[in-house]
């Protein structure tokens, strides 16, 4: 093992320490591989005030994978580079579990940022294949192939996996597979020697280093478009390189003989990167950069809705307590009478318990609701209809709910019926803002009517203003709306039309002070049916769903917050991927409710109740 540190040991990882403030912030950390000038390999996590060794139990410790919220650490150890297994170590409790027994030449841990999925590269009959485990029924998926297999990166909730296909030592590709339905799609089809594949926070962006002309270079891939973009440009050899939540990129060269860690800072604006920046060195090489997330942000699972599981349902609080209203149960896209709810259910925070309130006269989704006082109102909705086809209509409908009385009261109408728009409470006037009347015009009309208008409730005379105001396009429904700063902030959504899908990515602000809107800094990605909330005077958004091909969409355990009219990925995740939850804030926290997701081939709600907090 590593004995004490000399003086000029000391002095070196000062320096990595001082220049710590160029990797990250003092909520992040990095980990990565030390080898010292006799060969011993052992592994370190520095944050921007010190750097630690990792007691691992073994003098010969390679390739660390840092879990986003660094409560784990994924490697590779032995008695030598012959002689390895892949080992997990919590870094809260001390445990290590040893995750392989085989002693042969086991490399490149990587774990899900869901933490669901650990994948590896195992020698396997005379080659290395890629094993993907699934940590919660420890069952192991194999991707095989006439060429050894490295460095496989997983998606975010391991819906697929990047890795390097080493065909001899002059042709090396990087491949991505999706795992269900298996498919393989070679993507470097200009280049012939890559390695090193690894993704940024949310999927969209890929990093490998490639030989062309005579040198070892970093280079980014638009996953959407399969652009390549060259990032550095010198005569040593640049390996390794990994993202930090910003989309700056972490490699390893060695301009002076031995492996040091860069930095290229990405400049919002302009998407360009800057020199490279010396990060961390030591006496020996430093090599393998893996970055967690942003770790200031606390989160914690500390009950679940009651079955049965829901999503697009109504949430609101007053005081200590949570009302939950109706939903939708059962498959996405499938809307049997059965699958429409008009439960109550009501959790107190300070006895952790919950209990069921008189149920919402009609049977409904897609709706929210709002407090005035004492008391909870619930604005519209999507029902099932016996008189039309397809079997479902919106509701104008405005019902009361007195929690001390338990009981509901039909106060009046919309103008029009609504549902899967806002709801969004500014002083005493309640917004109700876009949406669509889905009753079918005729038959099998799938298409509705999206609303152009914003109705407002007040809460002080229970009628609606005798006004009503226009929305700047695009028209949308399933999109999210918070209020900030007395400002109501419209997010994401989905566009015209039911026969296909336009995600949005607009964020729209609008002011009901001046009757004006603004558009504020577009979301990174299209999405609808994302959650919203203010968390540390930041806007955050979690999950929804993005469109990955053609034809073809996914729900997201993504969290991103708006810093200084930018986006960026928190680096953390939610536990499911998923759409249409609801967010409540509660003494500074964010409750995300339930929603639905596509996971572990489910196709169903949730009942997960997420909170975060700084």
Known sequence: MMGAFTGDIMKLLILSLICGSYFANASEKMAYMYESANH????????SRSATKVDVGFDFAIYPFLAKDASEIAFVAGKNERELNVYLKNLQTGEQTQITNTAGFVLHPHISADK?????SEFVDGKNQIQILNRKTNVTTSIVSDASLYFPKLSSHGTFVVYQKSISNDKKQIWMDTLDPKTSTLLTTDYEKCMAPNLNFDDSQLLMTCFKGEQWNVYKMDMSTKKVEQLTFTSEESFAPTFDRHNNVIFASNPKGNFELYKLNRNELTGTYSEAVLIAKMQGDLYAPSISGDLSYTHSLPTQIPMPARSSFGAANIGDKIYLFGGHQGQEHTYPEESFLNRVDIYDINTKTWTEGQPRPIKAHGYDVETCGDNLYAFGGFMYSTEHKPNWKSSARIDRYNPKTNQWTHVGDMREPRSSNVVAKVGSKIYLIGGWDSTPKSENDFEGKFHSTIEVFDCNTEKLDDYEIEMPKPLRRAFTGIVKDNKILLVGGLGVGASHFELLNNVTEF????????????LPF??????????????HVFGGMFKISEYNYEYVNH????????????????????????????????WVLGGHSYDNDSDSPVSTIEVWGK
Not at 511 to 522: G, I, N, W
């Open 40 to 47: 011993e390999k052992s592994l370190w996590i520095q944050d």
């Open 116 to 120: 669901t999925y650990l994948t590896y």
């Open 511 to 522: 002011d009901p002070q001046t009757m004006t809107f603004k558009d504020l800094t577009p």
């Open 526 to 539: 299209a999405t609808f049916a994302p959650a919203a909330g203010i968390l540390d005077g930041k806007m």
């Open 559 to 590: 969290i991103y917050n708006l810093e200084n009219e930018s986006w960026f990925h928190l680096g953390r995740y939610m536990t499911e991927a998923k759409g249409f939850s609801m967010v409540l804030e509660i003494k500074n926290q964010l």
